[in-house]
């Protein structure tokens, strides 16, 4: 699983540190086998059940913020230095399990993808930093997922936080647009 894993989201080889590179590879494959989705299944789960017809899947969502969050760091490098610190780490494995909830919050009822009952009980930010969190994942990680949607307004955001809240609305907002 773990090859068929990297090949659909190559950016977790982008995090430097071992241990944490692991342990979001530990938690995307035992969030898969936990839901009961399979790997080759979730390039048809859609990235929201919002956008009705949507194309795009968990994983083009997925990748998509990793990558603008990536992005959004090195402008925030390139123009004000060390003044605004990102631990790219982190900010790689908060963007990469953001929406790991959504593997719990939705099914698959006749066809259509629907909400499961933990999903009507739990958004997928709540239930995926609950489950991120027996991982032994740093606070830190578990804060963005926790914190990157409306759950986390009014509260405090880490700058890592802040990056992939931005980098996911960017995404779902054009692609709502």
Do not use: C
């Amino acid at each position: 699983m773990k090859k068929r894993l990297l090949a659909l989201i190559p950016e977790i080889q982008m995090i430097k540190e071992a241990g944490l590179r692991k342990k979001t590879e530990t938690v995307w494959q035992d969030a898969v086998e936990r839901s009961g989705w399979t790997i080759q299944e979730l390039t048809g789960i859609p990235f929201t059940l919002l956008i009705p017809g949507t194309k795009i899947n968990i994983i083009q969502h997925t990748r998509a913020v990793t990558q603008t969050s990536l992005k959004i760091a090195e402008v925030l490098e390139e123009q004000y230095g060390g003044r605004v610190p990102v631990d790219r780490d982190i900010l790689l494995a908060g963007a990469l399990l953001h929406d790991i909830g959504k593997l719990f919050e939705y099914r698959k009822d006749k066809g259509a993808f629907v909400k499961s009952r933990e999903g009507e009980l739990l958004r997928h930010p709540i239930s995926g930093a609950a489950f991120a969190f027996g991982y032994g994942l740093p606070p830190e990680v578990v804060h963005i997922i926790a914190v990157h949607s409306r759950e986390g307004e009014g509260g405090k955001r880490t700058v890592e936080a802040v990056i992939v809240h931005h980098a996911d609305f960017v995404n779902f907002d054009t692609l709502k647009a």
